[in-house]
Every structure is written in structure tokens, then in C-alpha cells.
């Protein structure tokens, strides 16, 4: 299984910006389909992006279409989250996800990936 670790989170303010890492080994990095879920306390965990193997295709969460961009490295096997423009609401726990074998249908669905990291905290004070 792929072993995934995020980085990059912290404590900023209303409409400054965070980029989180997410750092993959032991599995076939290109291959898989990488994405950012998160969750704050008391709600269900949210689709925040992700993207296709080759990094052609990106998919964003209505809340933070705009305002991230996800990218990839498959030289450096890492996935990035870059986030501007940030909002109390999107204070949570930032969680890194691979997958494979999904299509653009499913690509939103956390139950079709198999390896999550032990995600970040990301806190947006107002």
C-alpha cells in the first residue's frame, strides 16, 4: 500500500494563503488518482479536489472552486493543494487520499480510495 503524508498546515488569517504537501512512497505513485478531502469537528468529512494520474484532469468541491488549485510532481511523487483567498470555513483537518480505478463520477467519493494520510490541520481565524 502507498504511505501518504501531508504537510503545510498551520494558523492564518481571513484571506491569506496555505499550500499543503502530500508526499507518497511505496507504491506507483503515477498511477494513482490523488486527492485533498477534509473534515471539521461535528461534520462530514468534504471533497475538496483532486487529480488524475498524469495530472490532466482536476475536479474542485463547489466551496473552493476558484480559490485551489491542485497540482503533481510524479518526478518528486508528491501532490500539492495550494489555497488562496482562505476562510474560517475552511478550518479542518486537510487529508491526503490515492486511489485507483476511479472515474470522473466517482472521483468525490472517499470510499473509492485506498490509502489516506494522517492529514493536517489548517486553522483560518477571523
Known amino acids: 500500500q502507498v504511505q501518504l503524508v501531508e504537510s503545510g498546515g498551520g494558523l492564518v488569517q481571513t484571506g491569506e494563503s496555505l499550500r499543503l504537501s502530500c508526499a507518497a512512497s511505496?507504491?506507483?505513485?503515477?498511477?494513482?488518482?490523488m486527492a485533498w478531502f477534509r473534515q471539521a469537528p461535528g461534520k462530514e468529512r468534504e471533497f475538496v479536489s483532486a487529480i488524475t494520474g498524469n495530472g490532466i484532469q482536476t475536479s474542485y468541491g463547489d466551496s473552493v472552486k476558484d480559490r485551489f488549485t491542485i497540482s503533481r510532481d510524479n518526478t518528486k511523487n508528491t501532490v500539492y493543494l495550494q489555497m488562496n483567498r482562505l476562510k474560517p470555513e475552511d478550518t479542518a483537518v486537510y487529508y491526503c487520499a490515492g486511489g485507483t480505478m476511479l472515474t470522473l463520477l466517482t472521483i468525490d467519493r472517499g470510499s473509492e480510495y485506498h490509502s489516506w494520510g494522517q492529514g493536517t490541520q489548517v486553522t483560518v481565524s477571523s
Open positions: 511505496g507504491g506507483t505513485f503515477s498511477t494513482y488518482t
